[in-house]
């Protein structure tokens, strides 16, 4: 059974629309999987917004938790984490190095384009050189800093903007996106 970890900023909009909407989806399809979702800058207990209730009932989904904030408990829980932006897993593994070849944006881990896959896995490449060259006062080269450049603007953002303090379509329109991710994520479940 695979543990996935949903994380967003505040654990009351897109992650736990996530957690629900996966949990709910799995069991429909016959999967089995373990769902949690956190917040990387949150406290426990802060109730569902109010909208995300509402988007998840449109779908019949129900959803009964409050926020929990990240602890080292939970990603050393789970197999496989997925972040709602690319700031929260470079925050995520700023705090907790070791969970970086299981930490995915949601997008990312649920892209099928080889191409664009392989252009993520240079510029982590590119990024990791760079804060190792820094932790030793030595910058990267220029050629290594074109490339960068080049591989950031070529990447497609794999970020689920935050609904937070938006209309009901807004977070109707967000959990429809995470809800199409979700969907290739089973696919990829059920492959293995």
């Known amino acids: 059974m695979k543990r996935i970890l949903f994380v967003c900023t505040g654990n009351t909009c897109r992650s736990p629309m996530a957690e629900a909407m996966l949990r709910r989806m799995a069991h429909l399809r016959g999967i089995t999987v373990a769902v949690r979702s956190a917040g990387v800058s949150t406290v426990d207990g802060l109730p569902v917004s109010r909208h995300a209730l509402e988007t998840l009932r449109e779908r019949e989904i129900d959803h009964k938790g409050t926020s929990r904030s990240m602890t080292g408990e939970a990603v050393e829980w789970a197999d496989l984490i997925l972040t709602m932006t690319a700031g929260h897993k470079r925050g995520l593994l700023q705090w ?93 479940l059920a492959k293995r």
């Open 96 to 188: 907790f190095p070791e969970a970086v070849d299981k930490t995915y944006t949601l997008k990312e881990y649920t892209n099928m384009d080889k191409s664009v896959l392989a252009d993520i896995e240079e510029l982590e490449g590119l990024y990791t050189d760079m804060h190792m060259k820094q932790a030793i006062g030595q910058q990267l080269t220029s050629s290594e800093r074109m490339r960068l450049l080049e591989l950031e603007r070529r990447i497609p953002s794999f970020d689920i903007a935050d609904p937070f303090g938006g209309s009901y379509a807004l977070y109707d329109s967000c959990a429809h996106e995470i809800e199409t991710a979700l969907v290739r994520l089973l696919d990829k």
